[in-house]
């Protein structure tokens, strides 16, 4: 089954878990009912700015929705009780105009962080279109190629590889490749409200 089956899978699960109906999540998120019903149904891939606005409708962290935590989970408190390896190439991976976004460790649920390897693919910010938002923070370190980062208060910055930036993600921000290939990067995103210990 593909990532974007399984996501569109635990959207419906989310959903009427919280008796709503699609008009009801599309007043809530601002996602068409038709788009939430594609993706309820895998017929659409949903880009990040939409799975955020379906993760403010349904009142849950992005890290529930990408890796499948849908029912509430204590987390453990006990010391390195938490371990999970992803190997190259293994992950959750959505596709969208702007990045290629390969989510590590997907089976974790609950998580403090979102850890993301990901290909900037977007040339300029005609292209990139909207600064995204979102709660949280993240950090960001240049794997390969070179990017410009814009943000809604600061002058635009060059990174190389080996370069990093760490920033408040409700602030907007995008991420644009400057050379002739995509970007790599390794994003780490935590959540706006760390599930309670």
Do not use: W
């Not at 974790?108 to 290909?119: E, G, Q, S, T, Y």
Request: with cysteine; glycine share 10%.
């Amino acid at each position: 089954m593909s990532f974007k089956s399984e996501i569109g899978k635990q959207v419906k699960q989310l959903r009427k878990a919280e008796g709503l109906t699609l008009v009801e999540l599309s007043s809530r998120s601002g996602v068409s009912v038709s788009s939430i019903s594609k993706i309820e149904n895998g017929a659409l891939s949903p880009t990040l700015d939409i799975i955020l606005k379906l993760c403010d409708g349904l009142d849950v962290a992005i890290g529930d929705l990408v890796t499948g935590a849908g029912e509430e989970q204590a987390r453990i408190a006990t010391p390195n009780s938490r371990f999970a390896t992803a190997f190259r190439g293994e992950g959750a991976l959505i596709n969208t105009p702007n990045y290629d976004y390969l989510y590590l460790c997907p089976e974790v649920k609950n998580k403090f962080m979102l850890p993301i390897h990901a290909r900037v693919k977007a040339g300029s910010l005609t292209e990139f279109g909207d600064l995204v938002r979102h709660g949280g923070e993240e950090f960001l370190f240049v794997l390969d190629g070179e990017i410009e980062v814009h943000s809604e208060f600061y002058e635009p910055v060059t990174l190389k590889k080996g370069d990093s930036v760490y920033l408040d993600s409700a602030m907007g921000h995008a991420y644009i490749t400057t050379g002739k290939t995509d970007a790599e990067v390794l994003c780490i995103c935590t959540e706006p409200h760390p599930p309670a210990i």
